[in-house]
Structures are given as C-alpha cells and as structure tokens.
C-alpha cells in the first residue's frame, strides 16, 4: 500500500464517485482518516498473519523459523516486491505523515510482530528473559527492516549495492544470532 501520501492528499476518490457515491455522502459515514486507519490496521493484521503462517510452515519442514525469515525478508524477492511485502517497510516513511489513529495501528501491528520475533528469539536461546528477547527482537527486526528499506532506494540506480546491502545485514544477524548471549543459564529450584 505504498502511496498513502497521494491518498492522504486527494481531495475525491475517484473509485466513489464512478459508483454513484458522493464525496459528501461517503465522508458523512467514513472519514478519510478513520479510512486509512482502518486499511493500515487490517494490511498489518495479515502482515502479522502471514508472520504466523510462515513460522508455522518453516516448523512442519523442519527449519528453523526465525532463520527462515531472516533470509526472505533479506532476500532481493522481497526487497523487489513493495506492493505485497512485508507492511513495516512498506509504510515505515508514509506514517509519520498520517493521522495518530492510522500511527496507533502500524504501532499496534509492530508491537505483534516484535512479540512474534520475541518467541522465536527465546526459542533460540531460553537463557534470556522475556524482557531480553522483546529487546532482541527489536534490535533483530530493526536491523531487517532498515537493510530492506535502504536495499529498495539502491535497488534502481545501483543493482549491486543493493544486493550487498541485503548480503550484508543477513551475514550481520545470522552472525549475530550464532554468538551465545552474555546470561548464564538460569537454575530452577523446584
């Protein structure tokens, strides 16, 4: 859903009035903004659905969910298909420039995936605290988002950096992920 800013700036749609809707009579029941809020929060929704579906996939072939994302989300598929990829990055420079309501659920969304990635964070390595993971997958999915979103502005005019963009923050997480945290493992008494 790239292009909220067009939307967010015209004045009539004209998919409504080709309908026979009024711009007065459709903004009588929908505001534009309550609209787009309600696009945002539904599209992040099924960002986060897909999330669950793939983890769930990767569990019944046998891979590793997280390492499974990590490579398609730093893959050049994923960086070449802005229309259907990943919400956060594809929204990430449009909300600050939308309506707090339509801010609330790209944050609400963001927060679902940080937990989702959090999981799977502890699955890795159950010496970390909730808190710790929640951390790490932050700091994980901050580092994906920000490789894809620089890939996508290289990708036209310079190919190769932008794939070595991807190259790089992949090697740099998946490195990352291997080294064993600082906790030592936590006794349990019983």
Same mark, same amino acid.
């Given at each position: 859903?790239? #292009? ?15 309908? %026979?809707?009024? /711009? %007065? #009579? ?11 809020? /309600? ?10 659905? /897909?999330?669950?579906? +793939? ?13 499974? /994302? ?64 929640? #951390?790490? +997958? ?7 988002? %920000? ?6 502005? +290289?990708?036209?005019?310079?190919? +190769? ?7 790089? #923050? ?21």
């Amino acid at each position: 859903m790239p #292009g909220l800013r067009k939307w967010n700036a015209c004045s009539s749609c004209g998919a409504f009035t080709r309908r %026979g809707f009024t /711009q %007065g #009579g459709f903004y009588n029941h929908f505001s534009k903004e309550a609209l787009v809020s /309600q696009v945002i929060g539904k599209v992040m929704d099924e960002g986060r659905q /897909q999330l669950g579906a +793939a983890i769930a996939q990767s569990r019944r072939r046998g891979a590793d969910p997280l390492i499974r /994302q990590i490579r398609w989300c730093l893959s050049p598929t994923h960086r070449d298909d802005i229309d259907c990829g990943c919400p956060i990055a594809g929204f990430a420079g449009e909300i600050p420039h939308l309506s707090k309501a339509a801010q609330a659920s790209y944050d609400e969304g963001l927060e679902h995936i940080f937990n989702q990635i959090a999981q799977l964070v502890l699955e890795h390595d159950p010496t970390l605290t909730r808190e710790e993971a929640h #951390g790490r +997958a932050i700091s994980l999915y901050s580092h994906m988002v %920000g490789s894809v979103l620089l890939s996508r502005a +290289a990708s036209a005019s310079q190919p +190769a950096l932008a794939d070595e963009i991807l190259k790089q #923050g992949r090697s740099s997480i998946l490195a990352d992920l291997s080294q064993p945290s600082a906790n030592p493992p936590r006794v349990r008494t019983v």
